[in-house]
């Protein structure tokens, strides 16, 4: 069983600053690329960045600049930190990984539960 649990939401100022995280627990064999995904109310589900498990980066045009995402391996981590953050940032952000579980050759896409982030003053 694999599961993913996202921690770091919360409330912040226009201009503030939050740090998301996302831990991969269970019986993991590799984990591929992950990535966060943001959910604002009455708006679909969009990808706000990537990282695979090798190679560069990818973002949202909107938050070019002011989002990073990264990883630990060895922690099984991915992290997504928020700088300069507007009030269009709030949403629910959900991160997600594709990972193959131990003693299986097959990748299985993976969901966070999902972490509230509100910007506003």
């Known amino acids: 069983q694999v599961q993913l649990v996202e921690s770091g939401g919360g409330l912040v100022q226009p201009g503030g600053s939050l740090r998301l995280s996302c831990a991969a627990s269970g019986s993991i064999g590799s984990i591929y690329v992950t990535s966060w995904h943001r959910q604002a109310p009455g708006k679909e589900r969009e990808l706000v960045a990537t990282i695979p498990s090798g190679g560069s980066t990818n973002y949202a045009d909107s938050v070019k600049g002011r989002f990073t995402i990264s990883r630990d391996n060895a922690k099984n981590t991915v992290y997504l930190s928020m700088n300069s953050l507007k009030p269009e940032d709030t949403a629910v952000y959900y991160c997600?990984?594709?990972?193959?579980?131990?003693?299986?050759?097959?990748?299985?896409?993976?969901w966070g539960q999902g972490t509230q982030v509100t910007v506003s003053s």
């Open positions: 997600y990984a594709m990972i193959v579980p131990r003693l299986s050759r097959t990748p299985r896409d993976y």
